[in-house]
C-alpha cells in the first residue's frame, strides 16, 4: 500500500538589396552586377535641385541605404515637417525609459533567483478519522470492513493566529508554498505486528511531481495502536545544525552557512578581536578557541573551519494514537515549526515580469506609429515626384525615361552594353560576331521570337 496526498489548488505561481536576375541567352553570356543608373547631368543651375534627385526614382540606390528603424524618420521628412522635431525627441526619450525598464526587469529576474525571506510559523495537525468500527453481533454479512485513515495537514500562521480546529482546516493561502514544499521526506512508521506487509511508509520531495496540502494514509483494521511520525524539512538554501561550542558562541541553533559566517563576523566585530597590524586576521577568544583550536584565525580560513561545527539538521518526530471511538476526528494535537517563506512582494514580482498585456498593448501602439511613418515616407515619396515634375517637365521626362530604359536593361541582362556603340557599324564587325550570327540562326524558331531585342 502506498502513501495517499491530498491534492488542492497551487500556488499562484513582471530595405533589402534588390533581387538579382539570370541572363537570357547562351551560356557563355556574362552576368553583370546590378548598377543604379546615372543621374542625367541638367542644365538647371547649381541653386536649383534636380529632378531625379528631388523625385527619388532609384529604388536600387535607395535600397542600399541603410535601413532605418521602423519607427525613425528620415532626415528629408524632418525638412519638409519641422514639428517631426518633437517627434524624433519622443523616440528618444522612449529609448531611454525602454532602457531603464530592461535594467529593472533583469534586477527583478536576478532577485527572484534568490528570494529574501521571512520566517513563519507552520502549524502541522496529526489527526484520524474512521469509518465502520461499530462492532454488531452477530456482524452483518455485507458490512464494508472497518477503516481508519491518518492525516497529516498544515497551514502557514497568519501573525501567529490559528482560528480554525485541526477539524476544519480550510485551504492554505495561495500565496504561500503548499505543505510538502517544507519537507524532504515523510516516513510513517505502522504496528509491524498488525501490519507486517509495508509498515514503513516512505515519502520523498524529489520523487513527487507536485506538491501537496497533505497527506493521508488509509488502512483497514478494528484495534487502536501508536503510529511513529518522522519529518525531515527541506531546507532551501541547505540549513545546518550547529555544535554546542558554537551554538554556545551565536546563540543559534540551525541556520544556513553564509548566515553563521555572518554571525561570526559580527560576533569578532562586537568584541574588537580583528587583528590591528593585519586586518585579514581576527584573534581567537577562549570561546573561539574551543571552536577553531587556534589563537589567529585568517577569515578566509572561517568557512573551512565551521565544517566540522555543521550538521545535518534532526528530523522531527512525532507519535500520534490511532483512536477508533468517540469523536470523528480524533486527536486535536498541533505542532509548530518555523519555517522560511518567500517575501510577500516577491510574488508581486513575478506577476509583472509574468503580465504581457501592457506588452501587447504597446505592440499594437507601435504597429499604428509604424504604420503611419510608412505612409508619410510613401507620400514623401511622391511629393518629391511631382515637384520634381513641376520645377523642370522636360528634363524630368527625359531623366524618367532613361533611368527606366537602363532598368530595363539591367532586367534583359544588357546592361553594360553601351547604346551609343551598338549604332555605329564598326561595332558589328568584331571576331565574335560571325559565332555569334551562327548561334542566333541556329535557336529554335519559339526561342528566336521570345528574344529580347538588341540580345544577340
Not at 240 to 249: A, H, N, R
Not at 396 to 412: G, P, R, T, Y
Request: hydrophobic share 35%.
Amino acid at each position: 500500500m502506498a502513501l495517499n496526498q491530498n491534492q488542492s489548488v497551487g500556488i499562484a505561481n513582471l530595405g533589402s538589396s534588390s533581387p538579382s536576375f539570370s541572363t537570357p541567352g547562351n551560356a557563355s553570356a556574362k552576368r553583370y552586377p546590378q548598377k543604379p543608373p546615372m543621374r542625367p547631368s541638367g542644365a538647371s543651375p547649381t541653386h536649383t535641385m534636380s529632378p531625379l534627385r528631388t523625385m527619388e526614382l532609384n529604388p536600387a540606390a535607395r535600397k542600399k541605404k541603410q535601413k532605418l528603424p521602423d519607427k525613425q524618420l528620415q532626415d528629408k521628412v524632418a525638412t519638409i515637417l519641422p514639428e517631426s522635431a518633437l517627434y524624433t525627441q519622443l523616440l528618444e526619450f522612449e529609448a531611454r525609459v525602454d532602457s531603464a525598464l530592461a535594467r529593472k526587469k533583469v534586477d527583478i529576474q536576478e532577485a527572484l533567483k534568490s528570494p529574501p525571506c521571512i520566517q513563519k510559523t507552520l502549524r502541522i495537525y496529526v489527526f484520524n478519522t474512521f469509518a465502520n468500527q461499530v462492532r454488531s453481533i452477530p456482524q452483518k454479512p455485507n458490512a464494508d470492513p472497518p477503516t481508519w485513515t491518518l492525516k497529516i495537514v498544515g497551514r502557514i500562521l497568519e501573525d501567529g493566529v490559528d482560528p480554525d480546529q485541526p477539524g476544519m482546516v480550510q485551504k492554505s493561502n495561495p500565496f504561500y508554498p503548499k505543505f510538502s514544499s517544507f519537507f524532504k521526506r515523510v516516513t510513517i512508521s505502522l504496528d509491524q505486528r498488525l501490519y507486517p506487509d509495508n509498515h514503513i511508509i516512505l515519502w520523498e520531495n524529489a520523487r513527487s511531481p507536485a506538491p501537496h496540502e497533505g497527506f493521508e494514509v488509509k488502512r483497514k483494521g478494528d484495534k487502536e495502536f501508536t503510529v511513529n511520525i518522522r519529518l525531515e524539512m527541506n531546507y532551501a538554501p541547505e540549513k545546518y545544525k550547529l555544535s554546542q561550542p558554537l551554538m554556545e558562541i551565536l546563540g543559534i541553533e540551525v541556520e544556513t552557512r553564509p548566515r553563521i559566517i555572518a554571525s561570526i563576523w559580527h560576533y569578532v566585530k562586537a568584541r574588537k578581536l580583528q587583528n590591528q597590524h593585519d586586518p585579514s586576521f581576527f584573534n581567537c577568544d577562549p570561546p573561539l578557541q574551543k571552536v577553531f583550536g587556534e589563537e589567529k584565525m585568517k577569515f578566509t580560513m572561517v568557512s573551512q573551519k565551521i565544517s566540522q561545527h555543521l550538521f545535518p539538521p534532526q528530523p522531527i518526530h512525532l507519535e500520534h494514537k490511532i483512536k477508533l471511538s468517540g469523536n470523528s476526528p480524533a486527536g486535536t494535537a498541533c505542532y509548530d515549526v518555523l519555517v522560511d517563506v518567500p517575501f510577500p512582494i516577491q510574488r508581486d514580482l513575478s506577476a509583472l515580469l509574468a503580465n504581457s498585456e501592457k506588452n501587447k498593448e504597446i505592440d499594437v501602439c507601435d504597429e499604428a506609429i509604424c504604420a503611419a511613418i510608412r505612409k508619410i515616407h510613401e507620400h514623401r515619396r511622391r511629393r518629391a515626384f511631382f515637384l520634381g515634375f513641376s520645377q523642370s517637365p522636360v528634363e524630368f521626362i527625359n531623366a524618367l525615361i532613361e533611368s527606366q530604359n537602363k532598368d530595363l536593361k539591367l532586367v534583359a541582362g544588357v546592361a553594360s552594353r553601351s547604346a551609343e556603340k551598338q549604332r555605329r557599324s564598326d561595332f558589328f564587325h568584331q571576331p565574335w560576331v560571325e559565332d555569334a550570327v551562327i548561334r542566333y540562326l541556329n535557336r529554335k524558331p519559339g526561342a528566336g521570337s521570345d528574344a529580347a531585342p538588341g540580345s544577340i
